[in-house]
């Protein structure tokens, strides 16, 4: 299988001193862009057997934006060449949005997604909201991942500093849902997320509602001061403990902002109505 990396085309790029603009990955159901998070594993694909990290499929009128990871496909942030939280590298293909999700505001993020392959292993991340900045060493206020067949949500957390004897500052992630859906229910068919991020309350919190069904309901997110949070679409994962290749289908990224409270997720309940007049 072979790719042509990133970092021959911007060394091409560099060599005619053509200005390098970001690739915007925008569809017409879409009201964001997303832009590469780092130096993608795999650019273009010299071989019908290596899929690119990135893709358009599908007719043009109905585009869908695949990712894919495949083993040893090394991340271009500079984080993911060291070894840590017990994985050598890191194998990651994400994209992210520019803008980030200002305080004071309440977000409706939605998105489609559909799991064509792998998410059999180890702590796959296909979406996350960071807060990361070159000024600011935040955690991921939340992680959305499959760990060995389970769809997970991370969400951080303040540190209780006596259950610590070294706390960390920037929080800890914790695992909230209660019954964690298999990956086979969700795999062969297209799944709707609906996070509700909303930074107008005090704590901010999050709501997680797939397929219709809330998995999280208002569980409060720790944001040091000094975070940009950004929504981040791709695969993040521990290098050399997934075996096989993953690879993910997004469709209908939107995110919409308002002051105003988020209506609660759509249930069924029984109206009463009150006697009318004899």
Known sequence: M???VTGFLLASFYLVAAPVLATEYRDTDWNIGLYDSCTLPCTWSVDDDRMQS?????????????????????????????????????ERAELTQYSYLADGQRYHIRFNAEFELG?????ETFFQIHGWSRTCQSAPLMMLQFDWRHLRA???????EEDYSTPNPRGDLVQVIDQKPELDELKGR???????????????????????????????VHIVDCAEPRTKFGIYRPGEQNPAPSRVVFDKINIEGSSEPICAAPETIEITMPPGPS
Do not use: Y
């Open 119 to 123: 998410f059999t292993g180890k702590r």
């Open 154 to 160: 991370l969400v951080l957390k303040v540190v209780d």
């Open 2 to 4: 072979k790719c042509r």
């Open 190 to 220: 297209t799944n709707v997320f609906d996070i509700q991020f909303d930074r107008a309350s005090d704590p901010a919190t999050i709501t997680l509602v797939v397929n219709g069904q809330v998995l999280a309901e208002n569980e409060i």
């Open 54 to 90: 990135v893709e358009w499929i599908g007719p043009e009128q109905s585009q869908e934006l695949a990712v894919t990871v495949l083993p040893g496909d090394l991340g271009g942030c500079q984080s993911d060449a060291t070894s840590r939280d017990g994985a050598k590298f890191w």
